[in-house]
């Protein structure tokens, strides 16, 4: 059988219902094809807990028969408990249903991920799920054929809450100023409780330097011999922390 009568056959085995509630389409289940040579796994592992824009990794591992020459692929959504319990039968299904539920956090957090396997089979895939809105969710993991037939499947649950379980940025190692080049560039040295973003400032001799706002800055004329800092804020969905560096002499 080569790999278009799989697909047909995959195809040909997926049936879904569907239903509307309120005013929303959701997919409620699904008869998947046989499993192509038999032996796949799936696991799923990740932090129970998170905070509402504090990413996650997923962590999805699993086997492939190392004989089996069909390739495989990982899907992973991001249901609602409040509008499934389980997981749907099926990856398709899924994706509607994360698709779909996209104001109550619903999310499609990995398409079509090629498993690539080891010699024995084996895989390893990261996944970085960012809930947006407060709430538990169900991961739905599946492996797949790439048409309509599920492999393997796995789940957990995830409850992000807004602004809890987590503190704000604190500093580790205070951040240096380095010269590449022409340019200065701010090092922002090392932080604990997940930052998800910085942004930079500069001082010359102890006073802010006007619209000098990104990483690096150019050495100029009027720069050199003068005493030169950044200044690095780092927040999170808890809040931010500023430090600012030792001086450098440009």
Do not use: H
């Not at 409040?82 to 957090?109: I, M, R």
């Amino acid at each position: 059988m080569n790999g278009q009568d799989v697909r047909a056959r995959g195809k040909l085995g997926w049936r879904r219902c569907v239903a509307v509630a309120g005013g929303m389409l959701i997919a409620l289940g699904a008869t998947a094809s046989p499993a192509l040579g038999g032996g796949y796994t799936l696991n799923l592992s990740a932090s129970p807990t998170a905070a509402v824009g504090q990413p996650v990794v997923i962590q999805a591992t699993g086997s492939n028969p190392p004989t089996d020459f069909f390739s495989s692929w990982l899907d992973i959504s991001a249901i609602p408990a409040s509008v499934l319990s389980t997981c749907p039968a099926g990856y398709l299904n899924a994706f509607q249903v994360a698709s779909s539920t996209g104001a109550q956090g619903g999310e499609v957090v990995a398409r079509a991920v090629r498993e690539e396997v080891d010699a024995a089979g084996n895989f390893s895939i990261p996944s970085v799920y960012t809930p947006a809105v407060p709430g538990r969710f169900l991961i739905c993991g599946y492996t797949n054929d790439g048409a309509a037939g599920t492999l393997a499947t796995a789940s957990l649950v995830v409850s992000a809450q807004q602004g809890q379980g987590i503190a704000r940025p604190a500093n580790v190692s205070k951040p240096r100023v380095r010269r590449s080049g022409k340019k200065l560039v701010c090092k922002r040295g090392r932080w604990s409780n997940g930052p998800t973003r910085f942004s930079y400032a500069w001082l010359v001799n102890g006073k802010a330097k006007k619209g000098a706002r990104r990483q690096k800055l150019p050495i100029t004329r009027k720069l050199r011999g003068r005493r030169v800092q950044c200044k690095v804020t780092a927040s999170n969905a808890a809040g931010s922390s500023t430090v600012v560096s030792g001086r450098y002499r440009a």
